[in-house]
């Protein structure tokens, strides 16, 4: 039935190599594509101020402010607790924030957040959100099952490595004693931490984080470097270090010296899906990634949000707090009354527009990112293990590309869309965020389309288009002692004002924005009086 | 040097002495475009394009320095051994890359031949630079070795400029080679002519025009070569290739034997053909007690659709295949739909090109029976095509009363394979019954019969060439060697069926 692969190979070269193949290279022409991201214009003009006096005046019960993951688990949680009388502004025309996504002919595709982990036992709001969106679809022994077409298909992750692609993201071959070695002892740690629990009973590493243990002997993993703690143990090996690096930079866009050894830790250690069928390790994905969250959520709150709506001053008025928001569309500034509000955005602007009430704080860094999706004609190929969802090369810089058909309905198609990331962490934060300013869009659409050729070859001349998208706050940075020092004094706020925003944990995760919006979505409640029935 | 200081006179830029420079430039040109068409094809035909660069350039590089130390044991003779072997390296160089593609499919040992390829090429230019400077040397010609390596610098710039940016995009490797290989024996031709004492090289002028004669065929034939090349692939002669925007489509044809591949996969040949289809459909349509609309997913050539028309109850048939260009082949080439019985063209037949998931996910209506004729799960994206969720969706169109047949793969080659897909059916809440015939190109094949309720062990089926009704019964029992074993449930997030298959089949194949 079948024909060998050297004869197959053979006869598809044959045909590569017609069409001119390879070598066209340097007459490439370079591929049409945009250059956007977070709204800098509104973002400056946030920065700058001088907006002008309000003009209109409203009234409302709570006001959200902010739309990302984060204000709209806010909005949910209100709006399942039966609490209708609020109002969510967002700064974008698009809410969703970090989670947002885009579209074109080919298919949708993530800007930002691409998957969610299985939940763990303890993330109990989060269950209950994901069972009402239709993503958790029954029990099974006790455990939850998850549907089918929502957890990541098969194959997951590959790496590229030694010119080949392996399944998973370590290097199984091609590696010496020592790295075996230090791979094994890492991956023991790890799993011990991750069935440990603190003498005060909690797990010591969970999500969301804030039910992790407050154990001092864990809490002193915050106080140092991740790299330092690796080294004291002297695991050097560069192939368990490459992927640690890896992993930083992928859930966290920051170097292994910059990451508290308990953010380190917690990525490997946190994580306990609880699901049936054995999916408790999988993550849920979809072609427009977190967005498909972001936008069920909205769609539950209709007729609640308010975009184009940039807050930019938010101050006590006796009881009650006024929420000035300026109209994009309308260019006038608009008084909301609230008798509670909610702010939902990163920490540096809550500090900025409500200086009353958020203490600017230094300690909250961010790391910038750069996202391209790479339309092309044809699926991507390799030596070794099949395209998976998750392409990474293990000598990039890049941390690869995600496949936003690997997760659609169709089981074959023709073209697809690469969401490829990068975060830029090898540089101080704010020299990477200049340089996401001012380079131009054509090198970063080299830097993408070259560092894209070196892991598929058979890319070259089927890339259509390279849209680029720049986050310049993307992330913040789990720096050592910011999680259980900094994080934890800047959500501390004085009623009715309550934050939620993913900052708050110093990890950049939606499982941390998801608690944190329902935290202060139940703290708004409590204080007014409203009843509702606690998920957290 | 003696005149030093006497301005330069023409003639000590002699004709012989251009010739020779020349020679220089044109060695040095051709011996890179070799070694860089031995890398790029390398890369191409077994990946890893370091690797393939950095060995091909270190072979190269190596002989080259067995060429010039063993330069010195020439005594005599000089220019002869020069011309002859400027054409040695002309012929292999040029034919390199149409020589390395024909080999591909045909020979074991690729790598082999690549690497002896490069040694003998790199050996000879090796010989040539020292043999040069030597020749010049006797012409009297000034600073005979910064004036060689200069010429033999440029030439390699030259070369490595013009093989991406010119001879790749705009020739591809076959006529680059050919192109290179003439200018190799035109120079070495010209320096015949204009040596002052060519009169005695006869024999190398008539090798000479050989060899380019040779090469030059060869650029004129690069279309058809290339096309021998994917024609070697298959066993057969190819009467028709095209590729789709999802896959290659090439048909061959050898006396009365058509056959169809995908991806270089054989779907069916017209000699058994008859046996698969048979099998695949007749079962399922005989335990259907009036079968009228009939589901086909897969089977774009058109064949199960004419086992199916063979039932004159069937009033609508739905054929949903992936690719347009399959169908549109299969209804309008005649030696095809001689074969089909113009199936695709039937007014009962309904034809959609769509991705069989998607449209399974969202179609509404059921059917009497669904015959599934999927490609054999060779990777995740077909793999999908055997899921539980998809049985599942399955499940949905089959009308009360109804049945599905599914081609499973080979229960004796891939027996875990075969009984992963009964599995996955039971788990997606079908019966099923399983059953396997003996189709020649295939081998021993299997299809298992799925329904909402239990099926009968027997039922009257449509007599055919292949199956009567002591046949169709035999085909439901399985001798030990390929009875039930214990098998996983293919899902979506573990694709066990594409690791088994995977697994059973390259170890049947080694
Ligand atoms: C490239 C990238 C990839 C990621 N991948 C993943 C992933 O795969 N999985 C994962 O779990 N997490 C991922 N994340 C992390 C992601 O940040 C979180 O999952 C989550 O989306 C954060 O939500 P949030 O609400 O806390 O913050 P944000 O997304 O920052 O939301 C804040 C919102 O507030 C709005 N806003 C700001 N200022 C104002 C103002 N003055 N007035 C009104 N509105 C304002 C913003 O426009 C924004 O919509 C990724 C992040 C990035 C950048």
Redesign the interface.
């Known amino acids: ?4 692969r ?13 069409a ?8 490439r022409r370079k591929p049409p594509g945009t250059l956007a991201g977070a709204d800098l214009a509104r973002g400056h003009r946030l920065a700058k101020g001088g907006f002008p006096a309000p003009t209109r005046f409203e009234e409302t019960g709570v006001v959200i402010a902010g739309g990302g993951v984060a204000g709209l688990s806010a909005a949910w949680t209100l709006a399942e607790a039966g609490f209708d009388g609020f109002t969510l502004f967002e700064l974008e025309d698009e809410t969703g924030g970090n989670a947002r996504a885009g579209r074109n002919a080919v298919s949708a595709y993530p800007l930002g957040a691409h998957y969610l982990p299985v939940a763990n036992q303890d993330a109990r709001a989060l269950r209950h959100l994901l069972t009402r969106l239709g993503i958790i679809v029954g029990e099974k022994g006790g455990l939850p099952v998850y549907d ?2 929502q ?6 992750e590959r790496l590229f490595h030694q ?2 692609w392996h399944e998973g993201l370590i290097p199984r071959n091609g590696i010496g004693a020592q790295d075996r070695a230090d791979l094994a002892a890492f991956d023991a740690a790890v799993t011990a931490f991750a069935a440990h629990r603190g003498r005060d009973g909690r797990p010591a590493f969970t999500i969301p984080a804030a039910y992790s243990s407050r154990d001092p002997d864990l809490l002193v993993l915050d106080t140092i470097s991740f790299g330092r703690w690796l080294d004291d143990r002297e695991w050097h090996s560069p192939v368990l270090r490459a992927h640690l690096r890896y992993a930083m930079r992928d859930d966290y866009g920051t170097e292994p010296d910059h990451v508290s050894a308990w953010a380190g830790i917690h990525y490997f250690a946190g994580r306990r899906g609880w699901a049936a ?1 054995g ?1 408790g390790d ?1 993550v849920l994905t979809w072609p427009e990634g977190n967005a498909r969250l972001a936008r069920a959520m909205a769609a539950r709150v209709p007729g609640r949000i308010r975009r184009g709506r940039i807050v930019h001053a938010v101050a006590r008025d006796g009881d009650r707090m006024w929420i000035d928001s300026f109209d994009v569309a309308r260019e006038e500034t608009v008084r909301t009354t609230a008798t509670a509000a909610i702010l939902a955005m990163p920490h540096f602007v809550a500090a900025r527009v409500a200086p009353g009430e958020v203490r600017a704080d230094k300690a909250f860094t961010y790391a910038p990112w750069l996202v391209a999706n790479i339309t092309v004609d044809r ?1 991507p190929t ?2 070794g293990a ?2 998976a969802w998750d392409n990474v090369s293990a000598t990039s810089e890049s941390l690869g590309y995600v496949v936003a058909t690997h997760q ?7 073209g697809t869309v690469l969401s490829w990331y990068m975060p830029l962490s090898a540089v101080e934060p704010a020299s990477g965020r200049r340089q996401l300013l001012e380079r131009p869009i054509e090198d970063w659409q080299s830097i993408v389309e070259d560092d894209l050729l070196l892991m598929n ?1 058979d890319l070259e001349g089927a890339i259509r288009s390279i849209d680029v998208w720049r986050w310049g706050h993307a992330m913040v940075r789990p720096t050592p002692g910011f999680i259980w020092g900094a994080a934890q004094r800047a959500a501390e706020t004085r009623p009715p004002v309550f934050l939620a925003h993913s900052d708050l944990s110093g990890l950049s995760l939606f499982e941390e924005a998801h608690y944190h919006g329902t935290r202060a979505a139940e703290a708004a409640m409590r204080h007014l009086r409203h009843p509702f029935e606690s998920l957290l | 040097m003696a005149d030093a200081g006497r301005p330069r006179s023409t003639s000590s830029a002699s004709a012989p002495a251009v010739a020779l420079l020349a020679s220089a430039f044109v060695v040095a040109t051709c011996g890179l475009i070799y070694e860089l068409l031995a890398s790029t094809l390398a890369s191409y035909l077994l990946g890893d394009s370091v690797t393939q660069f950095s060995t091909v350039i270190g072979a190269y590089l190596f002989a080259m320095g067995i060429g010039s130390w063993c330069s010195r044991y020439v005594r005599q003779n000089e220019l002869r051994l020069f011309v002859r072997v400027e054409l040695l390296i002309a012929l292999i160089g040029g034919c390199s890359a149409a020589g390395l593609f024909l080999l591909f499919p045909v020979i074991d040992h690729f790598r082999v031949a690549l690497y002896a390829l490069v040694l003998a090429i790199g050996f000879f230019v090796g010989l040539e630079i020292p043999l040069l400077m030597r020749i010049l040397r006797d012409v009297e010609f000034r600073e005979v070795v910064s004036s060689v390596l200069t010429f033999d610098y440029v030439g390699a710039l030259a070369a490595s400029l013009l093989f991406p940016l010119v001879l790749m995009p705009y020739l591809g490797m076959v006529r680059t080679g050919f192109l290179f290989g003439i200018a190799n024996a035109a120079v070495a031709l010209a320096l015949l002519f204009v040596m002052r004492d060519a009169g005695r090289f006869r024999l190398e002028k008539l090798a000479a025009i050989f060899v380019l004669a040779l090469l030059g065929a060869g650029f004129i034939a690069s279309e058809r070569l290339q096309r021998w090349a994917e024609v070697a692939s298959y066993q057969e002669p190819v009467v028709y290739a095209v590729s789709s925007r999802f896959q290659r489509i090439v048909i061959t044809r050898r006396g009365d034997d058509l056959r169809l591949y995908l991806n270089g996969n054989l779907q069916f040949s017209s000699r058994d053909e008859y046996r698969y289809h048979e099998a695949l459909v007749q079962p399922a349509l005989a335990r259907v007690a009036n079968p009228r609309s009939v589901l086909i997913l897969g089977g774009g050539d058109g064949l199960a659709a004419r086992e199916v028309l063979r039932h004159p109850g069937v009033q609508s048939l739905t054929l949903v295949d992936l690719d347009p260009d399959v169908t549109r082949l299969f209804s309008q080439t005649a030696m095809l739909t001689a074969l089909n019985r113009g199936a695709l063209t039937d007014p009962r037949m309904r034809v959609i090109n769509a991705d069989g998931f998607r449209w399974a996910r969202e179609a509404r209506t059921r059917y009497d029976a669904v015959i599934v004729d999927f490609p054999d799960p060779v990777d995740f994206s077909v793999g999908k095509l055997y899921t539980e969720s998809f049985y599942r969706e399955l499940k949905r169109l089959i009308a009360p009363g109804g049945i599905a047949a599914v081609q499973s793969t080979s229960p004796l080659v891939a027996p875990r394979a075969f009984w992963t897909v009964a599995t996955t059916l039971e788990a997606a809440g079908l019966q099923i019954r399983p059953y396997h015939a003996y189709v020649p190109s295939f081998g021993e094949w299997g299809f298992i019969l799925a329904a909402n309720g239990p099926i009968a062990p027997s039922a009257p089926v449509l007599t055919g060439r292949f199956l009567d009704q002591a046949t169709a019964n035999r085909m439901f029992d399985f001798p030990p060697d390929m009875a039930r074993r214990p098998a996983p449930v293919n899902r979506l997030d573990n694709q066990a069926l594409v690791r088994l298959f995977d697994e059973e089949w390259s170890r049947y194949e080694a």
Do not use: N
């Not at chain 1, 957890?151 to 997951?156: F, G, K, P, S, V």
């Open positions: 039935m079948k024909l060998s050297r004869a197959l190979v053979g006869g598809a070269a044959g045909a590569a190599v017609l001119g193949g390879g070598w066209a290279a340097l007459r089918p077409y957890i990541c298909a098969d194959l997951e010119g080949r069928d999916a999988k699926l390799g030596k099949q395209l659609g309905p169709d089981a074959r198609t023709a070859p």
